[in-house]
């Protein structure tokens, strides 16, 4: 199996940028599909971005495209996500995940290992 470690979460103001990092160690990092899932108070836990074993494809939902860049480096055992103009109702728990499908997937019950998260806190 993976573990996986999330870092880089903060309190920001609005319109500020973060980097987002999953390190990964145990099994072989380039043989799962990565996620990222993000959680608000009160809210359950969405779907953001994924990206594919090799990472030369990704998926992002609506709410983050132009704003959010999913990315990894398997070399390093390492998914980030870039986030840049930061909005308060970005505000939740960030989590990673690791798939073992092969296709691009936003379906949570499809990620086995997760993370245990990172606080993103974006004030206005």
């Known amino acids: 199996q993976v573990q996986l470690v999330e870092s880089g979460g903060g309190l920001v103001q609005a319109g500020d940028s973060l980097r987002l990092s999953c390190a990964a160690s145990?099994?072989?990092?380039?043989?799962?599909?990565m996620g990222w899932f993000r959680q608000a108070p009160g809210k359950e836990r969405v779907f953001v971005a994924a990206?594919?074993?090799?990472?030369?494809?990704?998926y992002d939902v609506d709410f983050v495209k132009g704003r959010f860049t999913i990315s990894r480096d398997n070399a390093k055992n390492t998914m980030y996500l870039q986030m840049n103009s930061l909005r308060p109702e970005d505000t939740a728990v960030y989590y990673c995940?690791?798939?073992?499908?092969?296709?691009?997937?936003?379906?949570?019950?499809?990620?086995?290992?997760w993370g245990q998260g990172t606080q993103v806190t974006v004030s206005s």
């Open positions: 995940a690791a798939s073992f499908r092969t296709f691009l997937t936003k379906r949570a019950d499809e990620y086995p290992y």
């Open positions: 145990g099994r072989t990092f380039g043989n799962y599909t």
């Open positions: 990206i594919s074993r090799s990472g030369g494809r990704t």
